[in-house]
T-cell receptor, first 114, second 113 residues
């Protein structure tokens, strides 16, 4: 069965610090997709990134970077030089190729302190 | 573009009442889905649809019904509301399948007394 674990329930860092959000997943499929979504205090859900299981290249988008490691079943998200606007709940999610379902982790609430 | 529109934004029901949460998208997306978000639980998939006339159950389908008569609309029905269904409900859509990024509505906050 598929599973997504975000062990960090809540993290607080001071502005300009780097922070990494952990995501560990379980799946029996060889083909699967991983996602990160952001939910700011306003409540909407915003897509950040998608990775498929055949693409282990790390990705960088501005201050955001993602580290996908199949060997450890992890898809971690790093924010460099954090800003107050990064304060949000971040969700990691997994979808297996064999069906049309998606499972989300329980989320990590990130507080960036000024 | 309106994107994904959910109505109502807030609703209070009494136990045993029925209600339909509306979801409409104007992006001609084939895949639509409903989630509930509870504190500390993340988002959980209730029902989903890969196209008009096709629906299937997600992780927590009990107590909810759906139908998909058009590409644009995907209503969620609570047949007999229970306090355990108090939650924030999100509708989402994507062009083809759940492997593509989901576009979410703004959510419906539902309280069952």
């Amino acid at each position: 069965a598929q599973k997504v674990t975000q062990a960090q329930t809540e993290i607080s860092v001071v502005e300009k610090e780097d922070v990494t959000l952990d995501c560990v997943y379980e799946t029996r499929d060889t083909t699967y997709y991983l996602f990160w979504y952001k939910q700011p205090p306003s409540g909407e859900l915003v897509f950040l990134i998608r990775r498929n299981s055949f693409d282990e290249q790390n990705e960088i988008s501005g201050r955001y970077s993602w580290n996908f490691q199949k060997s450890t079943s992890s898809f971690n998200f790093t924010i460099t030089a954090s800003q107050v606007v990064d304060s949000a709940v971040y969700f990691c999610a997994l979808s297996e190729a064999r069906d049309d379902k998606i499972i989300f982790g329980k989320g990590t609430r990130l507080h960036i302190l000024p | 573009n309106a994107g994904v529109t959910q109505t109502p934004k807030f609703q209070v029901l009494k136990t045993g009442q029925s209600m339909t949460l509306q979801c409409a998208q104007d992006m001609n997306h084939e895949y639509m889905s409903w989630y509930r978000q509870d504190p500390g639980m993340g988002l959980r998939l209730i029902h989903y649809s890969v196209g008009a006339g096709i629906t299937d159950q997600g992780e927590v389908p009990n107590g909810y019904n759906v139908s998909r008569s058009t590409t644009e609309d995907f209503p969620l029905r609570l047949l007999s509301a229970a306090p355990s269904q108090t939650s924030v409900y999100f509708c989402a859509s994507s062009p083809v399948g759940v492997r593509q990024p989901q576009h979410f509505g703004d959510g419906t906050r539902l309280s069952i007394l």
